[in-house]
């Protein structure tokens, strides 16, 4: 019991520590481009949002998701073709060491997962992935670390307007990330929400 409470107590340090080397770890990404594509810091879309992105905790039913939207200054689906290309999603995503596709089942594709949020934590997993191109990307968790895993990225186009200067500016597109995480008794929903809200605007 008491080997068993050190570990937990670590974990819950690491965690606290996340902001922190979220912070560090995307701040050489936050002001560039990845693969060519410029983040937008005003989001022209329907959905208010700030100049900047901001995470927010949102219950959906009894599950707890940490949502947060950010303007990409590219078509859809160009933003899409870098989001599916798994394999290269660790050159984008800092704390993620690992994605790759592993198996088929009819249009679900089986994706293992290995995520490094900071010190000595690591959650290896697999999802089942489905995808809807070019506007909806969904997993939730198969097997491995943690109890629950679901999430999704959501790929908006603006609406259409009658603006000329809209019309001939570049094209752009919201992507909204949502994600539940449910680690049980030693990692419950509401700590994982807490320490994701805090660095998903820097990932964004």
């Known amino acids: 019991n008491t080997l068993k409470n050190k570990k937990t107590l670590s974990i819950l340090l690491a965690l606290l520590a996340l902001p922190l080397y979220a912070a560090s770890s995307f701040a ?3 002001n560039q481009s990845v693969n060519g594509l410029n983040v937008q810091k005003v989001r022209p879309s329907a959905r208010k949002v700030s100049a900047m992105p901001i995470a927010h905790i949102e ?19 160009k933003v899409w073709d870098i989001l599916v290309d798994y394999d ?39 999802v089942n992935l489905t995808e809807t191109r070019p506007s909806l990307i969904k997993w939730n968790r198969r097997s491995g670390s943690l109890k629950e895993v679901m999430g999704t990225w959501e ?26 995480l449910d680690g049980g008794f030693a990692l419950p929903p509401w700590l994982l929400a807490s320490q994701v809200k805090g660095y998903l605007p820097t990932v964004l």
């Open 59 to 77: 219950k959906r039913g009894h599950l707890t998701y940490v949502v947060g939207s950010v303007v990409i200054n590219a078509p859809r689906e």
């Open 88 to 126: 290269k999603s660790p050159e984008i995503f800092a704390n993620l060491s690992l994605c790759k596709v592993v198996g088929k089942e009819g249009e679900v594709k089986l994706v293992r997962q290995v995520v490094k949020p900071g010190g000595p934590i690591k959650f290896d997993y697999i």
């Open 28 to 30: 050489q990404q936050s």
């Open 155 to 180: 790929l908006e186009a603006p609406a259409h307007t009658s603006d000329i200067a809209a019309v001939n500016s570049t094209p752009c597109t919201t992507v909204t990330y949502s994600i539940h």
